[in-house]
């Protein structure tokens, strides 16, 4: 008897407890927050990787030969046109210059005595006191003298501008590099360089567009879909490495004439200003193309979109509050949002908070996003 009373205990208990629960009643509706699709004007775009090259790039190299005297500029600064960067030693050039100018004198001396022997000749020609072949013996004599002197103010020219060519300068507006060639060293013509001289006001940015894309785009254009043409230059926006939303704006100025057989790619270059000399040439970037009109398009957050597969869906809550199952089409995006192409419409409630919480069919407690944020 003893036994039993343990077990009557236990007895009560379960069935004390099994009326409690029977009058809480079911478990409450999970709570979601849903938001509402919106409609904007979107332009769709792709993105390529690109790199930066200077729109002018210059290697100063010596045009004569000698040993290198001074450089009497910075390394990395900016230069204006006809700012002076090298000096080669002059000497042996200006004593050139002196010999050829006396050469000239000696020409000029001569072609002067020859145009005497020749109107002497000439006079004693008429009076028939000279035979014709000795006339036309001075006469060439004459002609040779100043064929001479040309010969001389060539050679003249070409002493200054060995001298001019001493001084080495900034042939355009831009940012100099480093001196590669020490003062002291032995420069030779044409062949030594010098420095580099890039203009690094306006950029260039060279990217490549798949075939598939550069079809599209050259079709969207021959069907008046988009507007590039030599009036109309085609916007492109770029970031660099630490930027976001790709914040510059340039123009694409040139497209190559041939898709490239061995990459299958077709080339483009955007051009970009770049007056605070924040990009450099040679730097990696990310560009952006538009492609096609702008047009009208419903998006929502990427975050309410699910994956099964390769198949897009989304929980959209009817109006019993009761959640729905929706295939999307989904297109680009923008912004953060994801263009909708079908499987949910305008004002439609869709789940983005509390997804695993829910299942096709369950009755929930709907919230809104905004309400959320307050």
């Not at 009497?72 to 960067?85: Q, R, S, T």
């Not at 022997?117 to 004459?142: F, H, M, P, Q, T």
């Not at 890039?198 to 075939?211: I, N, R, S």
Request: with cysteine; aromatic share 6%.
């Amino acid at each position: 008897m003893k036994s039993a009373a343990p077990m009557l205990l236990l007895f009560a208990t379960i069935a004390g407890c099994q009326q409690a629960a029977s009058q809480q009643g079911p478990p409450p509706a999970p709570e979601v927050v849903v938001t509402r699709p919106i409609v904007k004007m979107v332009t769709d775009y792709e993105d390529f990787p690109g790199r930066l090259e200077a729109s002018q790039m210059i290697a100063i190299r010596a045009r004569v030969t000698g040993y290198l005297d001074k450089a009497p500029f910075k390394e990395g600064a900016e230069v204006k046109k006809d700012d002076l960067l090298f000096e080669i030693d002059d000497r042996p050039y200006v004593a050139d210059l002196g010999r050829v100018k006396a050469n000239m004198v000696q020409a000029k001396a001569k072609a002067s005595r020859m145009q005497a022997d020749y109107d002497r000749a000439l006079k004693l020609w008429n009076d028939r006191s000279i035979a014709k072949e000795e006339l036309d013996k001075v006469s060439g004599d004459l002609k040779e003298a100043k064929a001479n002197i040309d010969v001389v103010e060539g050679n003249v020219k070409r002493a200054e501008l060995d001298v001019t060519f001493t001084k080495i300068k900034a042939l355009i507006d831009g940012r100099v590099g480093r001196q590669i060639i020490d003062p002291g060293n032995l420069v030779k013509a044409d062949d030594t360089v010098l420095t580099t001289l890039v203009a690094d006001k306006t950029l260039f940015a060279y990217f490549d567009l798949d075939e598939r894309t550069a079809n599209r785009v050259k079709r969207l254009n021959a069907e008046g879909k988009m507007l590039w043409d030599q009036k109309h230059p085609l916007p492109v926006f770029m970031e660099l490495a630490d930027e976001k939303n790709f914040p510059r704006k340039g123009y694409v100025d040139f497209a190559d004439n041939r898709i490239d057989a061995d990459t299958g790619t077709w080339r483009l270059r955007g051009v970009f200003d770049n007056p605070k000399r924040v990009l450099s040439p040679g730097s990696f970037v990310r560009i952006r193309l538009p492609i096609g009109a702008e047009y009208e398009a419903l998006m929502v957050p990427e975050q309410t979109l699910q994956t099964d597969q390769d198949q897009r869906f989304a929980y959209v809550v009817d109006a019993d509050n009761k959640v729905v199952y929706r295939q999307v089409k989904v297109g680009r995006m923008h912004d953060g949002m994801r263009v909708v192409e079908g499987g949910i419409q305008k004002g439609e409630a869709v789940i983005i908070t509390g997804i695993q919480r829910v299942r096709p069919g369950v009755v929930v407690r709907v919230k809104e996003e905004k309400e959320k944020k307050d």
